[in-house]
């Protein structure tokens, strides 16, 4: 017979239960899970042979303690982790109850003495989801390994098993988790919906292993919790394999943890298979989910950017663990694209458009992503620009960029904070987070964005929270064109013409918009200065039908003229615009409550307003709106505009323009 040998502190911790843990049993099937071939756990083999499974437990729980080859990429030395304030306030908040569960729903619930799972204040789906990733758990970890105070891992390791009590796995169909089933669901599989959506799964899936790093060595790391520990994570493995998401960033998400399992847990028997599968379904989707322009195709910059770290975080696992060349290098191009593509459409203080779901990102947080970046793709000099704030690396050689595929445009005059630049949205029909926003865009001017999409604010759930998602999702509370203020019935625009150089830059766009009108927009970015933007409005409606042109206005001070179509601002910090817009006679002009979300649940007022004309029996109603941004406040300066092709033309068209003291120009196209 083998020799066995523990430590002592195993024995002792497999022979008693701290107080309060006493839900917790030795679960002799993970046995069955494990490969106990696996190098180092021999002992474990001839116990268990023996049936002497508690010690068997205790000479796993000691390989695990004493396994140092393997880590996550987030944790690489657990002696160094650090705590911030706010994951501070988290993880003491949780030994009450009290779970920081969604960046919208501040301050956090509580959710009782005996914990409720199934607690759900405010109809949200995302809040009743985002419970089940357990978004404190590692922050208790933290805490833990910073203080060494015991009190956060028997709570932890508590919390572990009340929610695996409390939460049974009940036979959910895929529709079911996403909330498009019919029917009502009771009982534990109403639940399940929200436990066990795969996406929710594989956060627990991936945080999990930082938790078993965190926690590991903890006496509340108990032999018995060890085996619970394996046999729940098994289980949640198993069921994201049999569950994956069919499509989008959910199925990113769930493969990319899929690796981190069968990487940091290698010694369960289908460890491989997980890891494969992951590995399979990014080398797959990398070339489904993004164009060729490097645009992911939910057309959103916030799921553009989380796809990123994805596929980053992939590569991460794969070379600390030695599989990188699982993955080609086409999938390394595609990702430094991806990172090209972002940083074009970002504003020069490093925040992103609000098109589609996304939300505003934050200075510093990109900042660390490029200086990430910047080791994976060292030889790329914009990424080290970035990286380093135009300390070391280089800008592009080339100003405004079009990525045609995705339909993401960007007019610039400059890199720097006092630039300026346009980011379009036209592009193909996008998946799920895309909005019907087809023709929209974003202005920059000497140090912010002054034609703000409004966000998205809520994803989805009862149905007030639907009236909100669907105000901020409708196309006429974006800076584009609609009929009758309905949402775009199609959202495919082509691009008819894409000029990105030279003293009038253009942009012709064109969107099949509704059955009977179509929408061409064309943008001429005019000695870098200023915009002038064509609408025109085409098709076979009449009569009452209203084509209503859109903008979205930035908060504060911005009067207008009812007289000539005006709006201007009256900053004074340096970033103010004038525009007119130019339409036929019988256009008026209407002001509208509006809204800005840049954050999840988070919205401040401000006012939108459209252009409005009857439709009649015109072929096309068509607008000019010249979009002057200055440093000064005020109404300057004088702006006129005309057509000089008087009626719509499917080859092209001819403006002239007149601003301030400048010459008259004639700005056209022919197609
Ligand atoms: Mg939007």
Redesign the pocket.
């Known amino acids: 017979m083998k020799k066995t040998i523990f430590t002592v502190a195993a024995v002792l911790a497999a022979m008693t239960f701290p107080a309060g843990l006493s839900a917790q049993e030795l679960r002799p099937e993970v046995f069955g899970l494990l490969d106990l071939d696996w190098p180092g756990l021999e002992q474990v083999k001839s116990l268990h042979a023996e049936g002497r499974d508690s010690l068997a437990a205790a000479a796993l729980l000691d390989y695990y303690r004493s396994r140092k080859d393997i880590c996550t990429p987030e944790i690489q030395d657990v002696s160094k982790v650090k705590i911030s304030k706010t994951q501070q306030k988290w993880a003491d908040e949780a030994l009450e109850h009290t779970f920081y569960v969604h960046d919208g729903y501040q301050p956090s619930f509580n959710y009782g003495k005996d914990i409720n799972w199934q607690y759900w204040p405010v109809r949200d789906n995302e809040l009743r989801w985002q419970l089940h990733r357990h978004k404190w758990f590692s922050p208790m970890g933290y805490a833990y390994r910073v203080s060494g105070d015991e009190k956060y891992a028997r709570e932890w390791a508590f919390q572990y098993m009340d929610w695996i009590r409390k939460n049974p796995l009940a036979d959910v169909t895929k529709d079911d988790y996403e909330m498009v089933s019919s029917g009502e669901i009771k009982g534990d599989a109403e639940n399940a919906r929200f436990a066990w959506r795969p996406l929710e799964v594989s956060h627990r899936l991936q945080d999990q292993c930082f938790q078993f790093q965190l926690f590991i060595d903890s006496p509340s790391f108990t032999p018995e919790f060890l085996t619970e520990f394996l046999v729940n994570y098994h289980r949640h493995a198993d069921h994201i394999l049999h569950n994956y998401s069919e499509k989008g960033n959910h199925l990113l998400f769930e493969a990319q943890r899929m690796i981190y399992a069968g990487a940091f847990f290698p010694e369960f028997k289908e460890a491989s298979v997980w890891r494969q599968s992951g590995v399979d379904i990014l080398n797959r989707e990398i070339n489904v989910q993004v164009y060729e322009d490097g645009g992911q195709f939910e057309l959103d910059p916030h799921y553009h950017l989380a796809t990123i770290e994805i596929f980053i975080k992939a590569l991460q696992a794969a070379d600390l663990n030695g599989f990188r060349d699982d993955f080609p290098q086409s999938y390394i191009d595609t990702v430094e694209k991806m990172i090209v593509f972002y940083a074009n459409i970002c504003f020069p203080d490093y925040t992103n458009p ?5 939300k505003l990102t934050k200075k510093e947080s990109m900042i660390a992503n490029y200086r990430k970046w910047s080791k994976i793709f060292p030889d790329n000099m914009f990424i080290r620009y970035l990286a380093t704030e135009g300390k070391e690396g280089a800008l592009p050689d080339y100003l405004s960029k079009g990525f045609l595929k995705s339909g993401f445009f960007v007019f610039r005059n400059g890199w720097g904070m006092d630039a300026l630049q346009m980011v379009v949205k036209a592009g193909p029909k996008g998946e799920w987070h895309c ?1 019907p ?1 087809n023709g ?1 865009f974003e202005m920059w001017y000497n140090g912010r964005s002054l034609f703000q ?4 604010y809520v994803y989805a759930g009862d149905a007030e929270v639907m009236e909100w998602r669907n105000w ?2 409708a196309t006429a ?2 800076n584009t064109l609609t009929l009758n203020d309905k949402n775009l019935e199609t959202t495919e625009s082509k691009t008819l013409l894409w000029q990105p150089e030279g003293d009038v830059q253009i942009l012709v766009t064109e969107n099949p918009g509704y059955k009977d009108l179509k929408h061409r927009r064309s943008v001429f970015f005019v000695d870098g200065k200023y915009f002038v933007i064509v609408d025109e409005a085409v098709g076979s409606v009449s009569g009452n039908n209203n084509i209503s042109l859109h903008f979205q206005m930035p908060r504060g001070d911005v009067p207008n003229s009812r007289e000539d179509m005006t709006f201007y601002t009256n900053f004074d910090d340096g970033s103010n615009f004038m525009f007119r817009c130019f339409g036929p006679d019988n256009m008026t002009m209407k002001k509208e409550k509006g809204w800005l979300s840049t954050a999840y649940n988070k919205k401040v007022q401000r006012m939108n307003v459209s252009f409005n004309v009857k439709k009649g029996d015109m072929p096309a109603v068509r607008y000019i709106t010249v979009i002057y941004p200055k440093e000064t406040a005020g109404k300057e300066p004088a702006m006129t505009a005309k057509f000089i092709k008087k009626d719509f033309s499917e080859n092209g068209l001819k403006i002239q323009v007149k601003v301030g003291k400048e010459k008259k120009r004639t700005l056209g196209y022919e197609l």
């Open positions: 609000l098109f589609s779901d996304a909005q926003d929209t999409d409004s966000g998205s901020f999702r509370h974006h």
